[in-house]
Nanobody
Protein backbone atom coordinates (compact mmCIF):
# COMPACT_ATOMS: atom_id res chain seq x y z
CA UNK A 1 0.00 0.00 0.00
CA UNK A 2 1.39 3.38 -1.02
CA UNK A 3 1.98 5.84 1.79
CA UNK A 4 3.18 9.43 1.65
CA UNK A 5 4.50 11.10 4.79
CA UNK A 6 5.19 14.83 4.89
CA UNK A 7 7.40 16.70 7.31
CA UNK A 8 8.87 20.17 7.73
CA UNK A 9 5.86 22.41 8.22
CA UNK A 10 5.62 24.99 10.96
CA UNK A 11 5.32 28.63 11.87
CA UNK A 12 7.57 31.19 10.23
CA UNK A 13 7.62 34.97 9.88
CA UNK A 14 6.99 36.62 6.55
CA UNK A 15 10.15 36.63 4.46
CA UNK A 16 11.39 33.44 6.07
CA UNK A 17 11.99 29.98 4.66
CA UNK A 18 10.81 26.43 5.22
CA UNK A 19 11.65 23.14 3.57
CA UNK A 20 9.03 20.44 3.23
CA UNK A 21 9.90 16.80 2.69
CA UNK A 22 7.76 13.89 1.55
CA UNK A 23 8.74 10.25 1.75
CA UNK A 24 6.86 7.74 -0.37
CA UNK A 25 6.76 4.04 0.30
CA UNK A 26 4.93 0.94 -0.80
CA UNK A 27 5.21 1.28 -4.58
CA UNK A 28 6.99 -1.23 -6.80
CA UNK A 29 7.25 1.37 -9.55
CA UNK A 30 8.61 4.90 -9.84
CA UNK A 31 5.95 7.57 -9.62
CA UNK A 32 5.30 9.40 -12.88
CA UNK A 33 5.07 12.67 -11.00
CA UNK A 34 5.44 13.89 -7.45
CA UNK A 35 4.55 17.26 -6.10
CA UNK A 36 2.81 19.55 -3.67
CA UNK A 37 -0.64 21.01 -3.35
CA UNK A 38 -2.03 23.29 -0.68
CA UNK A 39 -5.38 24.19 0.80
CA UNK A 40 -6.05 27.35 2.72
CA UNK A 41 -9.11 27.71 4.99
CA UNK A 42 -12.24 28.22 2.94
CA UNK A 43 -10.44 27.63 -0.36
CA UNK A 44 -10.05 24.76 -2.77
CA UNK A 45 -6.94 22.67 -2.90
CA UNK A 46 -4.53 24.08 -5.46
CA UNK A 47 -1.37 22.97 -7.19
CA UNK A 48 1.87 24.42 -5.84
CA UNK A 49 4.54 22.53 -7.77
CA UNK A 50 5.07 19.21 -9.47
CA UNK A 51 8.04 17.39 -10.93
CA UNK A 52 7.88 14.45 -13.31
CA UNK A 53 10.23 11.50 -13.37
CA UNK A 54 11.70 13.11 -16.46
CA UNK A 55 12.45 16.28 -14.43
CA UNK A 56 9.83 18.52 -16.00
CA UNK A 57 8.54 20.99 -13.45
CA UNK A 58 5.36 23.00 -13.11
CA UNK A 59 4.79 25.82 -10.63
CA UNK A 60 1.80 27.88 -9.65
CA UNK A 61 2.30 31.46 -10.78
CA UNK A 62 1.99 32.64 -7.19
CA UNK A 63 5.11 30.73 -6.09
CA UNK A 64 7.36 31.06 -9.13
CA UNK A 65 10.74 32.46 -8.18
CA UNK A 66 10.18 31.75 -4.48
CA UNK A 67 9.60 27.99 -4.24
CA UNK A 68 11.78 25.21 -5.62
CA UNK A 69 10.74 21.60 -6.01
CA UNK A 70 13.27 18.80 -6.08
CA UNK A 71 13.03 15.08 -6.21
CA UNK A 72 15.23 12.12 -5.36
CA UNK A 73 13.96 9.29 -7.52
CA UNK A 74 16.26 6.74 -5.92
CA UNK A 75 14.65 7.36 -2.54
CA UNK A 76 11.11 8.24 -3.67
CA UNK A 77 11.44 11.59 -1.93
CA UNK A 78 10.19 14.99 -2.98
CA UNK A 79 11.08 18.31 -1.40
CA UNK A 80 9.74 21.84 -1.52
CA UNK A 81 12.08 24.68 -0.61
CA UNK A 82 9.97 27.71 0.22
CA UNK A 83 11.69 31.08 0.41
CA UNK A 84 10.40 34.63 0.80
CA UNK A 85 7.26 33.26 2.40
CA UNK A 86 4.17 35.45 2.54
CA UNK A 87 1.14 35.30 4.83
CA UNK A 88 -0.94 34.18 1.83
CA UNK A 89 1.19 31.03 1.66
CA UNK A 90 -0.46 29.89 4.89
CA UNK A 91 -2.17 26.56 4.20
CA UNK A 92 -2.05 22.84 4.73
CA UNK A 93 0.45 21.46 2.24
CA UNK A 94 -0.17 18.01 0.80
CA UNK A 95 2.28 15.73 -0.91
CA UNK A 96 0.97 14.11 -4.09
CA UNK A 97 2.28 11.21 -6.15
CA UNK A 98 0.89 9.88 -9.40
CA UNK A 99 1.31 6.36 -10.72
CA UNK A 100 -0.43 5.63 -14.01
CA UNK A 101 -4.00 6.89 -13.41
CA UNK A 102 -3.90 6.78 -9.62
CA UNK A 103 -3.10 9.72 -7.35
CA UNK A 104 -1.92 9.30 -3.80
CA UNK A 105 -2.00 11.89 -1.03
CA UNK A 106 -0.20 12.50 2.22
CA UNK A 107 -1.95 13.57 5.39
CA UNK A 108 -0.81 17.17 5.05
CA UNK A 109 1.46 19.47 7.01
CA UNK A 110 0.52 22.92 8.26
CA UNK A 111 2.49 25.94 7.12
CA UNK A 112 1.68 29.21 8.87
CA UNK A 113 3.32 32.49 7.84
CA UNK A 114 2.89 35.38 10.25
CA UNK A 115 2.93 38.98 9.10
Amino acid sequence: QVQLVESGGGLVEAGGSLRLSCAASGSRFRFNAMGWYRQAPGKQRELVATKTIGSSTNYADSVKGRFTISRDNSKDMVYLQMDSLKPEDTAVYYCNAKLAYTAYWGQGTQVTVSS
